[in-house]
């Protein structure tokens, strides 16, 4: 199931330095709509905007990406949605994502290259068991893109899972761990986290409002990633993870180094207070 293109044309913005496009929301693809929606998925919005950003800043073969994107409203399936990228300044470009005059998301991103490190080569993980698909509000088992976490003094760790070849989160690159397959991958670990050690039921929203990264590129299947997470208390209605990505150790995080960060906010409403959320956001349009 690879991935269509997710943008419509690309044009310079008003000034020319930055550049915009349309953001095709396709209602059947497996991924991003493993089950229906009511709404744009947040990480359908980080994609596209990925995918906007190396239109004028292609991915180096190694070096890091830096990213913060904050979550303003409700994306609806229609009309279309707008996403720009403005000119590189300060080190990064400066992201937006408009639906009509609404603002949806905002933030920026930064990428940096740098020499290929030697990463350590290790033993293939493909046999550690997937988090059970309805923990991280999944559907179809290859959408499930972490490993069934362990819990150990005090840490939660969760094996990232690359996903098949064709699937629609692949890296760009044969072979090399696509950075927002690892940001998928963090998603599903801190909705895990919401139902098994915060206590919610399986039938809570938990709204994306908030990405923050910090990852190193061009990172190879070979290597084993895990996510790590050092267990504080979870809010009753606002969440807030922080993992670390690890790399190179074994399935439980062990003996590996940490070589970047990932850190989510989000919001938690069961069905009657999402149905009233919703019911209030639209009469607001």
């Known amino acids: 199931m690879s991935r269509s293109s997710l943008l419509g044309p690309v044009r310079p913005s008003n000034g020319g330095d930055g550049w915009l496009a349309g953001l095709t929301v396709d209602q059947s693809d497996p991924f991003f709509f493993d ?8 990480m359908l919005l980080v994609c596209a ?3 906007l950003v190396v239109v004028g800043a292609p991915v180096p073969a190694a070096g890091r990406v830096e990213a913060a994107i904050s979550f303003r409203s409700m994306a609806e399936l229609g009309p279309e949605l707008e996403l720009c990228v403005g000119p590189f300044e300060d080190g990064r470009h400066a992201v937006r994502i408009a639906q009509e005059s609404e603002l949806v998301a905002d933030g920026w991103v930064a990428i940096s290259s740098a020499a290929a490190p030697a990463w350590p080569v290790r033993p293939d993980r493909t046999g550690h068991p997937p988090a059970q698909a309805s923990l991280v509000h999944r559907v179809r088992p290859e959408n499930v893109m972490i490993g069934d976490p362990s819990v150990a003094d005090g840490l939660v ?3 990232v899972v690359p996903p098949a070849e064709s699937h629609a989160m692949s890296g760009r690159r044969p072979g090399v761990h696509r950075t927002e397959a690892v940001v998928e991958a963090g998603r599903q670990l801190s909705t895990w986290l ?3 050690t915060g206590g919610w039921s399986l039938d809570t929203q ?3 409002r908030g990405v923050a990264v910090d990852l ?5 299947h070979s290597l084993p990633l895990a996510l790590r997470w050092q267990t504080v ?4 209605s606002r969440t807030e993870f922080r993992f670390d ?5 074994d399935a439980d995080g062990d003996d590996g180094q940490v070589v970047g960060s990932l850190t989510f906010t989000g919001k938690i409403m069961r069905p009657e207070v999402y149905a009233r959320f919703r019911s209030a956001s639209r009469s607001a349009r």
Do not use: E, K, N
């Open 194 to 196: 919401t139902h098994r």
């Open 245 to 249: 990505l690890i790399a190179g150790g």
């Open 233 to 236: 208390p979870i809010s009753a």
């Open 206 to 208: 938990v709204l994306l």
């Open 157 to 159: 760790t969760a094996a």
């Open 49 to 51: 905007m990925a995918d």
């Open 35 to 42: 089950h229906p929606l009511d709404h744009v998925p947040g």
């Open 216 to 220: 190193p590129l061009g990172l190879p």
